[in-house]
């Protein structure tokens, strides 16, 4: 039953919200190039997180931002990965995860890749005929070697099933499809003696993305799907066209003010090919017929708009699709902020997708 003070109130929400809407219609209407301008503002950090990441909010933005460089020719582009990767400072990195997330690590060459097998020190018995090849992220230019280790061994760990991670080629000496080649080559390897059905594919960031393309590549070559894909945040659209690659832009921890950085990565990349191709920025690609895919990304996400994008791209397609967003969460800090709850929570949901979806 509504009241006379009630619905006194509805009706002056009605009247000022028709106010609102005639007075907005009386005001030009902007063109779509203008776009929406937004007043500078501060973005508190959020109360309702796990104290782990409110610290790496925190710890973020106190550091200033420094100028992008984007690198002009292939030994530009050496030089800043090295900056990005130096030896002792990775090995201290990946030995450090080693012993808080306990796994053996050994390396080997599978269809002629170099590749990392990372298994966990305690395998769940169920787990004993399944496998996971993981792709590594960091924008198809960096990442190999040991730096390609951290999400491995974080996968072996919460999952308890091995992984193994491809090592694959990079530009600038290897252009797409290097890449690729290489998944495709260790794919075959490993579907050799372990059935299709039983093994997953996955990789956050470029992997998440490479994933995707992967199972594209699969499908064009007629050769068996695996049983199930992790995509995390995928760079799934190398043009970087995605709302959140605007909106959160300045909000991410990790990829904020990269943008040319990113689209000049993605440029080495694709090579002499359109970066538009699907086995690049898979999101412009057929998803019908995919296996099961399981997406994480963040609200302060870089890369959000591509993992929802390829989320309503699979459920289109009738693909089952398990899309998890965590609040405040920046591109694939899952893996940089590993110790918080919500990262835990993020491989669960990964370790309890693969227990659903694969064979045995």
């Known amino acids: ?11 002056t929400l009605l009247a000022l919200g028709c106010a609102l809407s005639v007075r907005a219609h009386d005001q030009p209407v902007p063109t779509p190039s203008e776009g929406r301008q937004v007043s500078a503002r501060t973005i508190p950090v959020p109360a309702d997180v796990s104290q782990e990441l409110q610290d790496a909010i925190r710890s973020a933005g106190l550091i200033p931002a420094e100028p992008v460089v984007v690198p002009r020719s292939p030994d530009e582009w050496r030089s800043l990965v090295a900056q990005w990767e130096q030896p002792e400072r990775i090995h201290d990195v990946i030995a450090s995860l080693t012993k808080k997330y306990p796994v053996s690590v050994s390396s080997e060459f ?9 298994m966990p020190v305690s395998p769940d018995s169920r787990n004993r005929n399944r496998a996971v090849l993981y792709v590594h992220g960091g924008g198809y230019v960096a990442g190999g070697g040991e730096a390609g280790l951290d999400e491995a061994i974080l996968l072996a760990h919460y999952t308890g099933i091995k992984v193994i991670a491809v090592d694959y080629r990079m530009p600038p000496d290897h252009p797409f499809p290097a890449a690729l080649d290489d998944a495709v080559a260790v794919w075959k390897q490993i579907t050799g003696t372990i059935k299709p059905a039983n093994v997953a594919i996955g990789g ?6 490479l994933a995707l393309a992967i199972v594209l590549r699969l499908e064009q070559m007629h050769l068996p799907l695996p049983g199930a894909v ?3 945040t995928p760079w799934a659209d190398l043009t970087n066209s995605g709302d959140s690659a605007r909106t959160n832009d300045g909000i991410d921890d990790d990829l904020s003010g990269d943008n040319e950085l990113l689209l ?6 694709a090579g002499s090919e359109n970066v538009q191709n699907p086995l690049i920025s898979p999101l412009y690609g057929d998803f019908k017929g995919f296996p099961p895919t399981i997406l ?3 609200t302060r996400d870089f890369l959000l708009s591509d993992t ?3 989320h309503r791209k699979l459920r289109e397609a009738g693909v089952v699709a398990d899309l998890n967003v965590f609040e405040a969460m920046s591109h694939g800090q899952y893996v ?5 709850p919500e990262s835990r929570e993020a491989y669960m949901e990964v370790a309890h997708f693969f227990g659903r979806c694969l064979g045995r």
């Open 1 to 11: 039953m509504i009241t006379n003070a009630k619905a006194f109130g509805y009706i």
């Open 110 to 118: 599978m269809g002629g890749v170099a590749t990392h097998t990372v």
């Open 204 to 209: 956050t960031s470029a992997g998440g993305g």
């Open 230 to 232: 992790f995509a995390g």
């Open 264 to 269: 000049a990565a993605g440029k080495i990349y």
């Open 296 to 298: 994480i990304t963040g």
């Open 308 to 310: 929802v994008r390829v």
């Open 336 to 340: 940089t902020v590993h110790d918080a």
